[in-house]
């Protein structure tokens, strides 16, 4: 089987010839590998990162399951928004910081907070620029010369469908699991209970909105399947708000696409044996990772094979720190074989890891993960 193929079996259920893998190493890898400061990818696009994604997803031979990486956009969801544009605000060796900013009636408005671009790190978004001894106004700027242009509309997704070829498939977002993600917002929803209601209505029409954009696309632009997750879903959220704010959208996307007959993703780091209970049991949900073993997560991949691996497909959960970053390639191996044999009798598996395998992983460790699920993984 391709990769392609080897996926597409196991989202629909049934048994493919080896154990699918998909190392989650989704940013610092792939940048590594282009051998430029990470700042060429993030801010100048060259190349885009979900370009060296899929540049090192063949460079290790994974089944890509490609989750959200390409930030699909349509005109209309921008209509109304200012001419952001983005100015550099500070640069050193180690770093570029940039700030967006548009004129309005004369008078240039800034936003109030900025971007950190670093040499050898994914870049930090919304940060008050106070933070790290900035002016909330910057009295120097310099425009951002040399960005490639990219396409992030339905022209763009084609050709990123086609450059992962049989490698895997491509997702994009169709809406998102975390309702609140600062601490502002948990602030909010505590003193505007009234707004509640609307809050979850707004996410669910946001939902729908999307869906009707994305099946409007031609039939060979559409995405493999659709994203309906979010990095830390229970981090800033307790099951109860999850429930309340961000579950009746996401219970509406995992519907719409199922009767549209495209799988359905989510990644959410942190804790996850709560929301693996709740899309398994309420939803159609097709596949859900990374399945973070403690301190990171909750989860016990054996546990929850048993529990809901007949109806859900499971993807994690090797640790990116103690096995994938610092272990020798025999605990790598070791690990490999355990996760296998927790989880994929039956099919509904794919090996991967925890969130995002930190920069500096050993090559020789993802190449004895993938070497093992070629083999020991074998149905």
């Known amino acids: 089987m391709t990769s392609r193929e080897r996926l597409l079996v196991c989202l629909r ?25 990470f700042w060429d990818l993030y801010l100048y696009n060259d190349p885009p990162i979900w370009e060296a994604y899929i540049a090192c997803a063949k460079h290790f031979g994974i089944d890509a399951l490609m989750d959200g990486y390409f930030p699909l956009t349509f005109p209309e969801e921008s209509a109304g928004e200012p001419p952001w544009e983005p100015f550099i605000v500070f640069r050193s060796p180690e770093r570029i910081v940039t700030q967006d900013s548009y004129v309005d009636g004369g008078r240039r408005v800034w936003r109030p907070w900025v971007r950190v671009y670093y040499v050898a790190d994914p870049p930090t978004v919304g940060l008050p620029p106070g933070k790290i001894g900035l002016p909330p106004a910057p ?17 763009g997704l084609k050709r990123v469908k086609r450059l992962l070829g049989d490698q895997g498939l ?82 509406r996307g995992i519907e719409l696409a199922t009767a549209a007959g495209l799988p359905t993703h989510v990644h959410s780091c942190g804790p996850e044996k709560d929301l693996v209970r ?21 989860c016990n991949l054996a546990q929850l094979k048993r529990l809901y691996g007949q109806g859900i ?27 296998i044999d927790d989880a994929a009798e039956g099919g509904q598996f794919i090996l991967s890891t925890g969130d995002q395998c930190g920069r500096d992983t050993p090559d020789e460790n993802l190449h004895a993960m993938i ?9």
């Open 371 to 379: 070497e093992t699920a070629r083999t020991y993984g074998r149905y």
């Open 170 to 251: 491509v997702g994009v977002f169709l809406g998102g699991s975390c309702a609140l993600g600062s601490v502002e917002a948990i602030y909010d929803y505590y003193d505007h209970p009234e707004c509640h209601e609307r809050w979850a209505a707004e996410r669910v029409e946001a939902v729908e909105q999307r869906f009707r954009r994305l099946m409007g696309m031609d039939a060979d632009a559409r995405p493999d399947f659709l994203c309906v997750g979010g990095s830390g879903t229970l981090i800033f959220q307790t099951v109860g708000i999850f429930r309340q704010l961000a579950l009746p959208a996401v219970a």
């Open 278 to 298: 709740i899309l398994a049991t309420e939803t159609d949900l097709t596949v859900i990772d990374p399945l973070e073993v403690p301190p990171m997560g909750d």
């Open 139 to 155: 009295k120097r700027w310099e425009p951002v010369e040399g960005a490639k242009p990219v396409d992030c509309g339905p022209e």
């Open 313 to 339: 497909v499971l993807k994690g959960n090797l640790h990116t720190t103690a096995v994938m970053l610092r272990g020798t390639v025999e605990t790598v191996v070791a690990a490999s074989k355990q996760a």
């Open 13 to 37: 259920g049934k048994v493919p010839d080896v154990v699918p893998v998909a190392p989650d190493f989704s940013n610092m890898i792939p940048a590594r590998l282009t051998g430029k400061p």
